[in-house]
């Protein structure tokens, strides 16, 4: 039994030692994504502000999920008022930014040209690189006694980061899935509300019109003429 128990030891000692570098090593932050989705009222535009670094990287791609045309305008400006993108009419968009400046960078969704049609938009962004200055080399302070682990610990943080880019990258595809769907499923919607109006206009016209033919046809065999007695 006794050694046994030593092995156990040893493990639970391993494993500890392991696990406080997976954690150390996995709070690396290397991108950060948010989701938004508002009503775009007609004749509107609306301005959303990001605060970026310099030698930052600023990702945002939009979707109009529902109004008529599933059209919109977008644009991005720098901290500095230049016009960095620019789409007229379009219904989804993806563009990229490489931050040469501190400071807020400005994206518009403009439904101005529209005068009757409520826009329902969806953008969702990416940040990286935004606290690259941090993460240095800090990590290596909480690195003890690794020369007693046979692992190198540059390679444990390379494989933590792709596993975490790569859980990021799906959660962005899932989101933007659930956004395709919900575009979809408002078209179909407004297909079936536009197919049962006419389906009923329809309707009611072919009533009018067979009643009205039913009036003229006995109307062509009523006897008109008047019998005296």
């Excluded at 049609?117 to 690259?132: A, P, W």
């Excluded at 200055?133 to 190198?152: A, C, R, V, Y």
């Excluded at 016209?205 to 065999?221: D, I, N």
């Amino acid at each position: 039994m006794e050694p046994a128990r030593v092995v156990l030891c040893l493990l639970s000692v391993l494993i500890s030692l392991v696990s406080d570098r997976l954690v150390v090593l996995a709070s690396f932050s290397q991108a950060t994504d948010s989701d938004f989705t508002f009503s775009l009222p007609a004749g509107r535009k609306e301005c959303f502000y990001q605060t970026m670094k310099k030698e930052a990287s600023l990702e945002i791609e939009y979707q109009v999920l529902d109004g008529a045309g599933l059209d919109v305008d977008f644009s991005i400006s720098s901290p500095s008022g230049q016009l960095l993108f620019s789409d007229q009419r379009k219904s989804d968009g993806v563009h990229t930014v490489e931050t040469h400046e501190d400071g807020d960078y400005v994206f518009c969704f403009d439904n101005t040209f529209s005068s009757i049609s409520e826009k329902l938009v969806f953008f969702e962004l990416i940040l990286d690189n935004m606290d690259q200055e941090e993460d240095s080399d800090n990590w290596k302070e909480h690195i003890i006694g690794t020369d007693s682990l046979d692992m190198k610990l540059e390679d444990i943080m390379d494989t933590i980061n792709n596993v975490k880019s790569r859980l990021g990258k799906s959660a962005q595809i899932q989101t933007l899935l659930r956004a395709f769907e919900a575009r979809d499923r408002n078209i179909q919607e407004s297909n079936f509300d536009r197919v049962n109006f006419w389906s009923v206009f329809n309707l009611v016209v072919m009533m009018v019109v067979s009643a009205v033919q039913v009036y003229l046809v006995r109307s062509l065999f009523e006897d008109k003429r008047k019998i005296r007695t």
